[in-house]
């Protein structure tokens, strides 16, 4: 597919192209470029459907990796078009444009990521009503000490139980089965 494709994105920068068989295929592009080249793979190419944004936080790398999932209306060809913002508060270009289910994605990436969407009308609380911690799905969100911190823990009740431990006598109850099962 990469093949046929590439030589059609003259004056775009692929930085990257991964080949996953004839059907699906990824490229990555700088962020300035990312919006131009959506527009051209909808009105040009065909791939009308944003399946997805999906987003990675590389926390070392100091980036998020966006990857737009596109796809045909044959549904023959899939693309995944990634991009890397800064952490640091970078602002992502809205899709709503070209894509208005991107509404839903960039909420999703404004509300657990942090990541601002410009362009984007209506960025309030999506799914996390009043939040006002660190967004969760970032790496150095902690989740332990946030649930420590903010919700009582009920001690002494069946359904407050150490995982570990629960899971440490089962598997002895389970040796102690076997053994009894083998002495008869």
Same mark, same amino acid.
């Given at each position: 597919?990469?093949? /046929?494709? +590439?030589?059609?994105?003259? @004056?775009?920068?692929?930085? !990257?192209?991964?080949?996953?068989?004839?059907? %699906?295929?990824?490229?990555?592009?700088?962020?300035? %470029?990312? &919006?131009?080249? +959506?527009? +051209? /793979?909808?009105?040009?190419?065909?791939?009308? =459907?944003?399946? =997805?944004? *999906?987003?990675?936080?590389?926390?070392?790398?100091?980036?998020?990796?966006?990857?737009?999932?596109?796809?045909?209306?044959?549904?023959?060809?899939?693309?995944?078009?990634?991009?890397?913002?800064?952490?640091?508060?970078?602002? /992502?270009?809205?899709?709503?444009?070209?894509?208005?289910?991107?509404?839903?994605?960039?909420?999703?990436?404004?509300?657990? &990521? $942090?990541?601002?969407?410009? @362009?984007?009308?209506?960025? $309030?609380? &999506?799914?996390?009503?009043?939040?006002?911690?660190?967004?969760?799905?970032?790496?150095?969100?902690?989740? +332990?000490? &946030?649930?420590?911190?903010?919700?009582?823990? #009920? @001690? $002494?009740?069946?359904?407050? %139980?150490?995982? #570990?431990?629960?899971?440490?006598?089962?598997? !002895? *109850?389970?040796?102690?089965?076997?053994?009894?099962?083998? *002495?008869?």
């Amino acid at each position: 597919m990469l093949n /046929l494709l +590439l030589p059609q994105l003259h @004056g775009f920068e692929i930085i !990257e192209q991964t080949q996953r068989g004839e059907r %699906q295929a990824f490229v990555r592009v700088p962020p300035a %470029q990312l &919006f131009s080249l +959506l527009g +051209l /793979l909808k009105q040009s190419h065909g791939f009308i =459907t944003l399946t =997805t944004i *999906a987003c990675a936080d590389w926390i070392e790398d100091e980036v998020f990796c966006l990857t737009y999932i596109l796809e045909t209306a044959e549904r023959d060809r899939v693309l995944g078009v990634q991009t890397q913002i800064g952490r640091d508060g970078a602002a /992502l270009e809205t899709a709503i444009p070209l894509w208005p289910q991107a509404e839903i994605f960039e909420r999703e990436l404004h509300e657990m &990521f $942090g990541i601002p969407i410009t @362009g984007h009308s209506s960025l $309030g609380d &999506f799914m996390l009503e009043g939040w006002s911690h660190t967004p969760p799905m970032r790496r150095e969100f902690d989740t +332990l000490k &946030f649930v420590q911190d903010t919700y009582e823990m #009920r @001690g $002494g009740r069946d359904d407050n %139980q150490d995982v #570990r431990e629960a899971i440490r006598r089962r598997k !002895e *109850a389970k040796k102690v089965t076997a053994t009894q099962g083998d *002495a008869e």
